[in-house]
């Protein structure tokens, strides 16, 4: 008889959904000798007004401690570590590391290159051959005119002309077409996004205080 490995279920970081399907497989495994279990999508995380204020006082001020933010929320320091900690297991919060601008490093030539490639091969050798190129930030699938989209910086104009020669010069990329980022209008940001991302309250209706209770 093979070995079966039993997926962890720890219900202290699992909802009982999970737990639950975790259970069938290892039924269905056990029954039906198959090594694939069924898989669940989760959907997206639902966060709360105590979420929202905590991601916005960790994009303000992003060395703020846990006793700290616990006493600017007035909220207990495990529930400040709590919520941190669901945050990034449910990948709402992907890293910690510090934003870094281009443009301080010597970067400030911002560019986006829609790029066509050929059909047939996949993205796989395109993606290899952005990741090797150190200017190129973001690179995108896209529906539209050209496939790929991509973010690239550079020292100067005529640096910027190595780097599309760079992208280009890869077999699989067999045109670009590049518009230049004169100025920023709207940074990166994602505090409008998480305040959107906070359900409504719900408003009673004040005539069901003077209705009466049903028995």
């Known amino acids: 008889m093979s070995a079966v490995v039993i997926p962890h279920c720890d219900p202290a970081h699992s909802t009982a959904q999970w737990c639950l399907l975790t259970l ?88 986006f290159a829609t790029l066509e490639i050929a059909q047939g091969n996949g993205h796989a050798a395109v993606v290899e051959h952005l990741t090797a190129i150190p200017e190129v930030l973001e690179a995108h699938t896209i529906t539209g005119a050209g496939d790929v989209l991509v973010r690239v910086v550079a020292r100067t104009h005529a640096d910027l002309q190595r780097v599309i020669n760079s992208i280009v010069d890869g077999h699989n990329v067999l045109r670009s077409s590049t518009v230049i980022a004169t100025q920023t209008q709207i940074a990166l940001r994602h505090e409008q996004l998480v305040r959107a991302a906070v359900p409504p309250p719900t408003v009673s209706d004040p005539r069901d205080s003077a209705r009466p209770a049903v028995n």
Request: hydrophobic share 40%; no cysteine; net charge negative.
């Open 24 to 111: 069938f497989n290892l039924y269905r495994m056990l029954d039906q000798k198959t090594d694939r279990p069924y898989t669940l999508t989760r959907d997206a995380m639902s966060i709360d007004s105590l979420d929202a204020a905590l991601l916005d006082l960790l994009h303000a001020e992003p060395k703020v401690g846990v006793l700290e933010a616990s006493r600017r929320l007035g909220v207990a320091r495990g529930t400040v570590q709590a919520r941190l900690d669901r945050l990034e297991r449910t990948g709402v919060i992907t890293s910690s590391a510090p934003t870094l601008d281009p443009e301080a490093l010597g970067f400030p030539v911002v560019a």
